[in-house]
């Protein structure tokens, strides 16, 4: 057990970015520790350097006194630390169990491995986390969360003496949230716990002290309990965000029907139907689970249709691909940005103007100078902190990348411009400032769908919301009616005997 974990003037510079700048604070066990700052604050390199995939210019890290240096994480996982990364790490065409004892599968006679202790062994932590699927089952097979959830039981399974979480709720829903932090809660005691989130609720929840990062430098460290939310944000953006709802700039026209569905069935989509109109945010809530993002995948055709017509101003459409739904001015930003969006290896520029290219030719050649000011005016709009255009994608901070979808999907110019989850992983400041050019495109006409499983920003944000149960829609709120009550009680509609309440 250890119960002390220091950093001293920890420094480390990318080309071009200075990522920490002489960061010191202290963390003990018995204590979770959230790490918050903006995006690009330097929260996961930092944690990537005490999980030796970084290693760090000068300074040092501590742990009960002794300086480490980790030059690979082998050496930090032997030396008991696990950091849970933003971004998944399971092997998808393994198995639960697999990916839990990934560093020593337990092996019988002759080397053999021996899948029944493994997956015995696996069912066990499973059954601990309360979760309902087998060790055996392919982790390609589960949803995001439950991934999530694997790589969890993964670093838990041994049994650290420092772990850390890099944004774990991003995609678990309330339930899974709650047996998270059940376990975190259990874990104190035994080991150093630091927790890094945008989520305010969840930071208060569950933390005992706060460190705040800024442009890498600390600038803070204090009991939870004893600094406020917009404390909090205060010093992590340098300006003041109460009532953001309020100070936006909304749209005040909103036209006809843009784009509408009718009788939609796909995967988990039953008999769906709604209309979106020009100007219009129409916001979709509903629990994890309750059909949103596969209405909004069939609909964009990343998924097969079983039934239904989806028209643009009147028009029936006939979208099988993705690439019908982009030429006919659909876009969707998706919720998983790993799966389904980034080419980590490709530049910023490369990965804003990728659904562009077809309209960037021009005499047989990519028109260059365009393709330039598409991503530039992406960086700029959005506030995309890399140093140039050029940056590889894999090199910016997981909020940044996630801004990069975003300005992806913004330059194609759509009609109806879906996002999911768009707002997962980016920081208070910026949110603001995503909620501020959803209502600016708004303005413009554009229709807006914006699923989200946060429900301020979706009582904050749009006109009119639209809730989901178990694949079906259950109700529909005016924004003016909309209450989180009425939405929640929507939510669980189909659960709470089909009565409806
Ligand atoms: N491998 C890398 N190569 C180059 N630059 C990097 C690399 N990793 C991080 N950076 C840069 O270092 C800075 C800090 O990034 P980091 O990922 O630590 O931010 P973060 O606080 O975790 O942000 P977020 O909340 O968006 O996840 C950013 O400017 C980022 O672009
Ligand atoms: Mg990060």
Known sequence: MNDLLEFKKISKS??????????????RRGEVTALVGENGAGKSTLLKILNGDYRHDSGQYLIDHEEKNFANPREAINAGISVIYQERQVIPYLSVAENIFMEDIPSGKLGMVNFRELNARAQEIINEFGLPFRASSRVRDLSVAYQ?????????????????????????????????FEIIRRLKTEMIILYVSHRMKEIFKITDQVVILKDGRFIRQEATAKIGEDEIIRSMVGRDL?????????????????????????????????SVRAGEIVGFAGLVGAGRTETMRAVFGADQKEGGTVKLFDRELQIRFPEDAIASGIALCPEDRKEQGIFSIRSVRDNISVVMLRSLVKKGFIDQ??????AEEGVRQLTIRTPSVYKTMGELSGGNQQKTIFARWIATRPKLLILDEPTKGIDVGSKFEIYQIICDL????MGIIFISSELPEILGLCDRIIVMCQGRITGELAREEATDHKVLTLAMADMLGGKGT
Do not use: C, W
């Open 369 to 374: 100078r365009a393709e330039l000011g598409l």
């Open 148 to 180: 999530q959830m694997v790589e969890i039981m993964k670093a838990y399974r041994r049994r650290p003496s420092i772990i850390a979480f890099d944004e774990p709720t991003a995609s678990l829903s309330d339930a899974e949230i709650d047996s998270l």
């Open 242 to 274: 109460g009532g953001i709802f309020h100070s936006l700039s909304r749209n005040a026209s909103i036209g006809g029907v843009v784009f509408s569905v009718e009788n939609l069935r796909a995967p988990n989509v039953k008999d769906v139907s709604f």
């Open 14 to 27: 990318f080309p071009g970015v200075l990522a920490l700048n002489e960061v010191s604070f202290t963390v």
């Open 442 to 445: 708004a303005k413009q006409g």
